[in-house]
């Protein structure tokens, strides 16, 4: 059985920064493409960050120079490290894996960035 758990999200104010983590089982992580995306209240999920399993990133152009992604194949374990938030980064962010030929998504972690 899969499973993505998502930790780190939180209340943070403008400027500042946060750290998600998604940890995985059930799967061969190290063969397994990672990413994060969001969802702001009354909007479609959106593509974040992506990381590949040679390590190739991608990012939004919304997040870039602000977001990293990264992961750790030994702890089966995609970060993102969020800096500079604003409020308009406020959204529920989902972890992301394509294992094979199947998406996989965690529950969401909420990240709210007061002004």
């Known amino acids: 059985q899969v499973q993505l758990v998502e930790s780190g999200g939180g209340l943070v104010q403008a400027g500042g920064s946060l750290r998600l983590s998604c940890a995985a089982s059930?799967?061969?992580?190290?063969?397994?493409?990672t990413a994060w995306y969001r969802q702001a209240p009354g909007k479609q999920r959106e593509f974040v960050a992506r990381?590949?399993?040679?390590?190739?990133?991608n990012y939004a152009d919304s997040v870039k120079g602000r977001f990293t992604i990264s992961r750790d194949n030994a702890k089966n374990t995609v970060y993102l490290q969020m800096n500079s938030l604003k409020p308009e980064d406020t959204a529920v962010y989902y972890c992301?894996?394509?294992?094979?030929?199947?998406?996989?998504w965690g529950q969401g972690t909420q990240v709210t960035v007061s002004s």
């Open positions: 992301n894996v394509l294992y094979r030929t199947t998406t996989y």
């Open positions: 059930g799967i061969i992580f190290s063969i397994s493409s």
């Open positions: 990381i590949t399993t040679r390590t190739t990133e």
